[in-house]
């Protein structure tokens, strides 16, 4: 098949497009506004931009009606988020973080899961998450989709405070066969990182290798 989305109706019963850029990092997004009220979302659009200095980004489609995330509205604020890396042992929790909630209800008060706080600024952390990145907030690009809902806020910002535990460190590396991290597929599929296999670049001198490999 070939379909041009913006001039021609979907030839399937369901959207192939983001059910083929997968599996997708999942961004739990911990926040809070200027009143201190805390906040936690999934964003099924994350990653990192750059490792020197560190910087990720995410984005975040409004609601039918117009309104922007809390997540994006409480990094413009406040300067600050915070990621937690989002397990299957904790998809559960993730799952019910993402249901959308009036302003004044918090999502943590629906969770099973304990917070602790960043350092940076007050805000909370689930504390059960292997690996959290407090978050600088930089700046914010919004692109006007065909609908409201279309329309996407694209949030940059800098990792300043990495915490891992570290019973998820196995000779000097973050292991992520134990943390089990999932992600984003297309429709309602998800999926779980249970196994991995290694390749080298063919001709790779000694700085790529090391910048592939990860060497600090």
Not at 51 to 77: C, H, I, W
Not at 80 to 105: G, I, Q, R
């Amino acid at each position: 098949m070939k379909w041009k989305p913006q001039e021609e109706k979907n030839p399937l019963p369901y959207s192939p497009f983001k059910a083929s850029t997968v599996p997708r990092p999942i961004g739990w997004l911990s926040s809070i506004d200027e009143d201190g009220r805390e906040n936690i979302a999934p964003y099924s659009q994350w990653q990192n931009l750059t490792f020197d200095p560190p910087r990720v980004m995410f984005s975040a489609n409004q609601y039918p009606d117009g309104r922007r995330k809390d997540t994006v509205l409480n990094a413009e604020k406040t300067g600050w988020f915070v990621w937690n890396m989002a397990t299957y042992a904790l998809h559960e929790e993730v799952n019910k973080s993402a249901m959308a909630l009036e302003h004044d209800d918090s999502e943590w008060d629906r969770l099973d899961v304990t917070k602790e706080y960043a350092d940076n600024l007050r805000i909370p952390m689930v504390k059960e998450s292997p690996v959290k990145f407090e978050c600088r907030y930089l700046s914010t690009h919004r692109l006007p989709g065909n609908s409201d809902v279309g329309s996407v806020d694209i949030v940059f910002a800098q990792v300043e405070t990495i915490h891992i535990d570290d019973d998820y460190i196995t000779d000097g590396k973050l292991d992520i066969l134990k943390a089990k991290p999932i992600a984003r597929m297309g429709y309602f599929d998800y999926t779980v990182v249970t196994e991995r296999f290694e390749m080298r670049v063919p001709g790779a001198d000694a700085a790529a290798q090391a910048g592939l490999g990860g060497d600090a």
